[in-house]
């Protein structure tokens, strides 16, 4: 896929406005690190929207205190959760194309404008999602940047599988005007949401880091994964509704079906991303950097045996390693 194509500048009359929305709630500290990230962001025609969604610790106010910028606009609203505080941010944006930024995530620089210039490279595409990595312990971890052609990623929503990391899209709001998040949801909203944007449009991924995503030991879905699992399937069974699918086929999915939780389960399968990460790296040639983030996933749980497989992967003969994850589970 070329990516020189989206290298030039904007032209004077190519400066559309875009829609950053934060949603935020007791973010505590890490708000001021994510607003620093996009005050810093080279592309410059933003509107910020930080829609505070009934937060009791008095971030967002600190927050204003320490980042000062008049495209930033607070609105405060009730706690809802995530899918009413983007929903809000969405009535209230003004912009040609929208994006989020995860109030405790941090984005690169360049990120708007990169994607920005890949979204006028390809005017059929309703979003394009770009790579990331992982903070773990205020260190970044993990980076992912497989880049996603259109088809390979309608395949993955046709297979019920997110193309991309959902704070990571950059939407063109002309083709996801109509489109909410359903409030529902308290878990998966987002997905939920880039499946029916998939199932009507084209996407891509760029094969660029530009996204920091914080990882938490406290993360709802690490503490229970029967939550998780259970808006997952109810996510699953709607867009098998849609598509005009058999729902019966839902009860077959091994997934879905009760079992015993295991450590993957609760740290929402840390280890297979380091996996996934060294396998990216390995591909772009930067060995070293794979060797290491195999290390740093062994780390994670290093009596585990199962974490210790990225490791492997970082050292075994690549053409090994691709055969046994082709190799029928």
């Known amino acids: 896929m070329d990516q020189s194509s989206t290298n030039s500048e904007f032209d004077a009359d190519q400066q559309p406005l875009v829609s950053v929305i934060v949603c935020a709630y007791n973010a505590g ?15 410059r025609n933003l509107e910020i929207l930080i829609v505070d ?14 980042v000062s910028d008049d495209r930033i606009r607070t609105i ?5 959760g995530r899918a009413a505080a983007l929903n809000r941010g969405l009535v209230e944006s003004k912009g040609e194309f929208y ?4 109030a405790d995530d941090r984005c690169a620089p360049l990120r708007i404008e990169r994607q920005l210039q890949w979204m006028f490279a390809h005017p059929q ?15 970044r971890k993990a980076p992912l940047f497989q880049a996603r052609s259109v088809d390979e990623c309608r395949g993955l929503i046709e297979r019920f599988r997110m193309p991309g990391h959902d704070p990571t899209a950059l939407y063109r709001m002309s083709m996801v005007r109509e489109l909410r998040y359903d409030e529902s949801l308290r878990i998966g909203a987002a997905f939920d949401y880039i499946l029916r944007v998939g199932e009507r449009h084209p996407m891509m991924v760029m094969g660029e880091c530009l996204y920091s995503y914080r ?20 996510i699953r069974r709607q867009a098998m509704i849609r ?17 015993r939780w295991t450590n993957r389960d609760y740290d929402n399968n840390l280890a297979a991303r380091f996996v996934e990460s060294v396998l990216c790296l390995r591909r772009a040639g930067r ?22 497989k990225a490791l492997a992967d970082s050292v075994l003969p690549l053409e090994f390693v691709k055969s046994l994850r082709k190799s029928p589970v």
């Open 99 to 102: 994006t989020t930024l995860d």
């Open 243 to 259: 598509r005009g699918l058999p729902l019966e086929e839902l009860e077959n999915i091994a997934w879905f079906k009760p079992r």
């Open 287 to 308: 060995w070293g950097e794979a060797a290491m983030t195999g290390l740093a996933g062994a780390m994670q749980k290093p009596l585990d045996p199962y974490y210790y």
């Open 125 to 139: 595409l309703a979003c394009v999602f770009c790579g990331y990595d992982l903070i773990l312990k205020r260190r």
């Open 29 to 43: 500290p890490f708000l001021v690190e994510a607003l620093e990230s996009l005050v810093a962001q080279t592309y």
């Open 53 to 66: 969604d009934g937060s009791t610790d008095g971030s967002v106010a600190h927050a204003m205190t320490k």
């Open 76 to 80: 405060k609203q009730a706690n809802g």
């Open 215 to 234: 990882v938490h030991e406290g993360a709802v879905t690490k503490k229970d994964p029967g939550a998780r699992l259970k808006y997952l399937k109810e």
